[in-house]
């Protein structure tokens, strides 16, 4: 039986910034317009570890069915490692994912009933990235949907909840942080290359290759902080304030500088943990920059 701290250590907590980011942002958005609402940016941040923790153990688990995890460079895989049954981490996902669907509940009673329909695609979504018989992030398409719900649907959601409108300066925060969430995911499938490849785990990483994976990380931090230079015109702040993205951008030179090293392994443990971070520094800073309008 599991210990509370391998538990812990299976929902993967150094992917929470993933989480945490977007509802940031996106309250950040939802204050400039003078529409923030406490206990629907409570609501929303409980949404989004409920689906992040969800997803984690939904992998474990499936991950650990199939035997992908058997040989594994990174943290703990509680079923990989036989320290917790299969259905034990089946049912801290279901659980996990019924946490966020209350939180969704509530806020579609009180938002617009629509948004229950892409709270259900979201979980739906995260069960079947390696759920399933033919998941979808065995196909090399999981940094796709980490990008549309970890970045688009996770910030313009919190936006949308709190104030009712889509904004341009929301779908700008939703592009930057899902491509440092997506960063964050070619980290770590970068890093588990060769087992996944050994176990026919078709992820974007395995399908392009070591030297492409490390291009598409180096985009993705180029896209997510081109998002943040082409904020201030759009919410009429001063050029000064994206200097408050210096501490997120110091950690994303520090990782880029170790993959053009030519980091592996448990080398990239760090670079993972350094991009999540960074992550969770650039939504305090794009919510700051927000914040600063005229």
């Excluded at 229950?116 to 079947?128: F, M, R, S």
């Excluded at 949308?160 to 925060?173: D, H, L, R």
């Amino acid at each position: 039986m599991a210990t509370a701290a391998q538990w812990i250590e299976g929902a993967r907590p150094r992917t929470l910034p993933a989480a945490i980011a977007p509802v940031v942002a996106g309250c950040g958005v939802a204050a400039a317009d003078d529409g923030f609402v406490w206990w629907k940016a409570l609501l929303a941040l409980t949404v989004a570890l409920g689906l992040q923790i969800g997803v984690n153990y939904a992998n474990d688990y499936s991950d650990g069915v199939r035997g992908t995890d058997e040989q594994r460079i990174g943290p703990l895989r509680l079923v990989g490692s036989r320290v917790a049954t299969p259905g034990s981490v089946r049912a801290a996902a279901a659980g996990a994912f019924t946490v966020a669907a209350a939180g969704g509940v509530v806020l579609s009673i009180t938002t617009d009933w629509w948004l229950l329909g892409v709270g259900a695609i979201a979980i739906v979504a995260a069960w079947y990235y390696t759920g399933g018989k033919h998941p979808y992030g065995y196909r090399g398409l999981g940094e796709a949907s980490v990008f549309v719900f970890f970045g688009l649907v996770a910030v313009v959601g919190t936006v949308y909840v709190q104030t009712g409108a889509v904004t341009m300066t929301a779908v700008t925060g939703g592009i930057g942080v899902g491509a440092l969430a997506c960063a964050i995911l070619v980290a770590n499938n970068l890093r588990d290359i060769s087992t996944d490849r050994a176990s026919g785990k078709l992820t974007l990483a395995v399908l392009l290759g070591d030297p492409r994976t490390r291009a598409v990380y180096a985009a993705m931090t180029v896209v997510a902080y081109a998002a943040l230079i082409a904020l201030p015109p759009q919410v009429g702040a001063e050029w000064w304030t994206v200097s408050s993205a210096l501490p997120a951008a110091g950690l994303s030179i520090r990782s880029l500088r170790e993959l053009a090293a030519g980091a592996v392994g448990p080398d990239l443990i760090a670079v993972l943990r350094d991009t999540g971070l960074a992550e969770l520094l650039y939504a305090v800073a794009f919510a700051f920059i927000a914040l600063t309008t005229r």
